[in-house]
């Protein structure tokens, strides 16, 4: 059978999670375990991860190599009580919300604050707490009156459920691996294991969840952050513990490595059986979970999208992938750097998976995995496979930490150079003619600087620095630009010194964007005052100070310095300037206005976030917004490559291309202008012409000079897609290109990018005889017969086609070659339509989540400067959260960009993987 998950309803799916679950142990799941659902989220914020009952083996084998005298004999242990813990340690806020207190060192308020400044250390593990206070935020924990009416009961972890959790309910000695050492660990000390390097330590807590989760949906467990807290041993409770639900040891020293040890003395948080002692330093315990082993049965009818899906994965996708896939992506080297034997559920794969999860769904789809020399799977199962990972890529929400991701230090666009130019001095550059050519939206990481770049900027700052300091019968030459750079000085006592070093200070703060750092002033003071020697003008050693402004790093590039930028962990919000910053440089493209930096100065920017917006989207500048991230988002820049064969378009010059062009912009303009609803993008009832578009659209009655906007009468034009721009960027020189259509519409419009050619795919028979032969369709039609060819093209194919009345430079047509045009189509699920309007009004009705998802992506994606991730797809949520209820008005988009953590916060780099 092929077919997904999104063909299955919602009652079958709650069947198959009720009959099918099982505990790992082959025994059939309780009442209780089928109801629950895989993670919860408490009264306090606190989420829990559902464990259920299983077996594994505790303690360490003598053969692993890191045992310990106290961790042996490894024997197994069965857990018969399901139970919930902590996804993460306890956090400083959700310990000072039930306890009223926080005794953590390293919080803003605690003597280690120092450490942390710029921060959030509310997502911190607390820390500093004694046992005998972790005991007691558990019982008020149960206190509180909407826990207790739940029925929830929470307590420490015992020793065996603590180690089961690190290890996932898995038979291997450890859940993420085969062993473990100090190069993998985290931990608060500095001391390495025996003969191994020295780890990534820290000095100072970390944010939790900051690595992958463990096959329980666990976060940090084993060493990837300390687990700060310390246990009770007995040397011999390994060997006399329980065969089931073993309570934990009764007494011994203070000092535990279970679950396996990096041969240090660092404390490692264990289990319930805690040293309430004081010792020497103060306090013992560090951190802690808890563990809710009492709660209300939950109903079997409500699962959660993970736990919906996770019986399917289990039954059928993951031995798929591992018949087929793990022999290459799995292990120790997995080829590409893509293991999918990391993945133990399905909401593994809708989360940390989702970016290498797409890539198997398109492998798969385009018949290029297994590589064809492997035995290759029934077509039926990888059919279903394919569907399984689109619908778990779609149906499971995105739950983890929150992780703002990175951004890289990014170099103005030639664009955002010229406007900073304008805003900062008042003096007109041509970019476009002055430096050289670099995408409007590319990433950061794009944005290079090459020497002959940097050759061009250091050619433009000389010039532009002569013409503002320049003089001419006494008078400055530019004399708003004077102005900006000399302004107003204090009064008539201040001295030449103090004159020049506030000019500097004010004119260096308003470059960086920030306020000039008194060494920054200082060297820049020298440099005037050298410039000036030799019988100069003070102003011309201004002027050497402008040069030097003008090629300085932090004039060029966006600067945002982070306190600890190799970590990945360290997850701090931005301050007011570097929001100023963002924002000015996503709306206007270009530096903060004098509001704007007034704000920052004082702090209170984010208090007026809504305000300023607002005024920003108002103002003339703000159609930089849609003319540049149209261009990133629509690929205009093709269309200024696109050359249409003049012997069968003779009606096509450049003033045409730029007319076509213009429309677009204009259009793009008024939705956001008018504040119009993003599904006006893809079905409008007006656009822009002039009289020459006009009649090559076929309009009557549009007459006079320039470009005026018009209404639409139902036809088939409406909306981007009709616009002759895009029609031509997705033509070939001699004809329409449906295929070329069709991918546009599902990279650009739907957010989903067919991928690549097979290897060997065979190319389109275009000679004079085929031609002849029969339509483009029915030519198209029998190309894809080819099997290779089929699964990409048949949803391409069908949206290209929709398009092919419009020939290759958008104008209307019935015939092609003699042929009368087919432009109907049919869409996985048996969505038929026909034409521009019928898919217009699907792209409105059943394809508009796609649409708004795409639309939303790309606009984050262009307001970050970096490509959008797994880890943001909460905020991806929120944001089309928000614009559902505002009716997708567009500025509910760029507010909701704005308002995001990954906007609004950033964290160091990490070494992303493939």
Request: net charge neutral; hydrophobic share 35%; aromatic share 8%.
């Amino acid at each position: 059978m092929s077919w997904g998950l999104h063909y299955l309803p919602v009652v079958t799916l709650v069947a198959m999670l009720a009959t099918s679950a099982s505990n790992g142990t082959g025994t059939a799941t309780s009442v209780a375990e089928r109801g629950a659902r895989r993670v919860i989220t408490n009264t306090i914020g606190m989420k829990l991860a559902f464990a259920p009952a299983g077996a594994f083996s505790m303690g360490s084998s003598d053969a692993s190599g890191d045992e310990r005298a106290d961790e042996g004999p490894q024997h197994p242990v069965k857990i018969t009580k399901p139970f919930y813990i902590g996804i993460y340690e306890v956090t400083q806020a959700e310990y000072r919300k039930v306890m009223g207190a926080n005794p953590s060192y390293f919080s803003s308020e605690g003597k280690g604050k120092a450490g942390v400044i710029g921060l959030d250390t509310d997502q911190f593990p607390v820390e500093r707490v004694k046992g005998n206070e972790a005991d007691d935020f558990c019982r008020k924990l149960s206190e509180l009156p909407e826990e207790k009416s739940a029925g929830r009961v929470y307590r420490l972890p015992t020793e065996a459920e603590w180690e089961y959790a690190c290890r996932a309910g898995t038979t291997t000695e450890f859940s993420l691996g085969d062993s473990l050492s100090s190069l993998q660990a985290n931990f608060n000390g500095d001391l390495a294991s025996d003969g191994a390097k020295r780890g990534p330590f820290l000095a100072r807590p970390t944010t939790v969840g900051s690595y992958r989760a463990n096959p329980f949906g666990l976060y940090d467990m084993h060493g990837n952050v300390s687990e700060w807290c310390a246990d009770k041993y007995d040397p011999g409770y390994y060997g006399k513990s329980a065969p089931e639900d073993p309570p934990g040891p009764t007494g011994g020293s203070g000092r535990v490595l279970r679950g396996g040890a990096w041969g240090h003395d660092a404390d490692s948080c264990r289990s319930a059986y805690r040293d309430h002692s004081i010792d020497p330093y103060g306090y013992r315990t560090r951190g802690f979970r808890v563990v809710l082993s009492a709660w209300k049965e939950l109903p079997a009818s409500a699962p959660s999208a993970a736990d919906a899906f996770d019986p399917v994965f289990q039954d059928s996708v993951r031995p798929f992938v591992q018949d087929h896939c793990v022999s290459c992506h799995g292990g120790r080297s997995p080829k590409g750097g893509l293991a999918l034997d990391d993945f133990g559920h399905a909401a593994d794969v809708a989360t940390i998976g989702r970016k290498q999860w797409k890539l198997v769904r398109d492998k798969l789809l385009a018949g290029t995995m297994p590589p064809a020399d492997e035995e290759q799977p029934p077509a039926e199962a990888s059919a279903f496979v394919q569907g399984w990972i689109e619908d778990a890529l779609t149906g499971i929400p995105f739950t983890g930490p929150t992780d703002p991701g990175h951004e890289t230090i990014r170099r103005l666009n030639r664009a955002e150079y010229g406007n900073t130019i304008r805003d900062l001095l008042g003096v007109q550059i041509n970019a476009a003619e002055t430096l050289l050519s670099d995408d409007v939206g590319a990433t950061a990481g794009a944005l290079t600087l090459a020497p002959v770049q940097m050759e061009r900027y250091m050619a433009v700052a000389a010039r532009v620095s002569a013409e503002v300091i320049a003089l001419k019968a006494g008078k400055p030459v530019h004399p708003e630009a004077h102005a900006r750079v000399f302004g107003a000085v204090s009064g008539d006592g201040t001295s030449k010194v103090e004159t020049v070093r506030e000019i500097v200070g004010r004119l260096a703060s308003r470059a960086f964007r920030r306020p000039a750092t008194q060494a920054e002033i200082d060297r820049l003071s020298d440099l005037a005052e050298e410039g000036a020697k030799g019988g100069k003008t003070n102003g011309a050693g201004i002027g050497a100070v402008l040069e030097a402004i003008l090629v300085s790093p932090h004039f060029l590039f966006r600067v945002e310095e982070d306190r600890h930028p190799n970590d990945p962990k360290a997850v701090r919000s931005l301050n007011d300037h570097e929001l100023a910053t963002r924002m000015s440089y996503f709306i206007w493209s270009s530096m903060p206005d004098d509001e704007l930096f007034t704000l920052a100065g004082e702090g209170s920017l984010s208090k007026n976030l809504a305000a300023q917006i607002a005024r920003m989207l108002e103002g003339p500048k703000a159609t930089a917004l849609t003319e540049h991230f149209g261009e990133a988002w629509l690929q205009l820049g093709l269309l200024r490559n696109a050359a249409p064969d003049k012997g069968i378009f003779s009606g096509f010059d450049d003033a045409l291309r730029e007319d076509m062009e213009t429309e677009t912009r204009l259009f793009l303009a008024a939705i956001a202008r008018e504040d119009r609803s993003i599904l006006d993008l893809v079905d409008a009832n007006f656009t822009f012409v002039n009289p020459r578009l006009a009649r090559h659209y076929g309009m009557k009655d549009v007459a006079g000079d320039g470009f005026r906007r018009v209404a639409l009468d139902g036809g088939p034009r409406g909306g981007l897609l009709t616009h002759a721009s895009v029609l031509t960027l997705t033509s070939n020189p001699n004809r329409t290109s449906p295929v070329k259509r069709g991918k546009w519409v599902l990279q650009n419009i739907l957010g989903a990018p067919p991928a690549a050619p097979p290897p060997g795919a065979s190319v389109l028979d275009e000679s004079d005889a085929v031609v002849a032969s029969g339509s483009f369709r029915a030519r198209l039609e029998q190309h894809r017969k080819n099997p290779r060819c089929a699964s990409c093209h048949r949803k391409m194919d069908a949206l290209g086609f929709a398009f092919e009345n419009f020939d290759a430079i958008g104008r209307w047509r019935t015939e092609d070659g003699g042929f009368p045009i087919d432009a109907s189509g049919t869409l996985p699920g048996d969505v038929n339509f026909r034409g521009p309007r019928e898919l217009r009004a699907l792209l409105r009705g059943d394809l508009r989540e796609a649409f708004v998802r795409c639309f939303t992506e790309k606009m984050l994606a262009y307001a970050l400067g970096r490509e959008v991730e797994h880890y943001d797809e909460p905020a991806v949520e929120k944001i089309i959260g928000a614009l559902r209820t505002s009716g997708y008005r567009f500025s509910t988009l760029v507010i909701e960009v704005i308002r995001s953590e990954p906007f609004r916060k950033r964290r160091g780099r990490r070494k992303e993987t493939t």
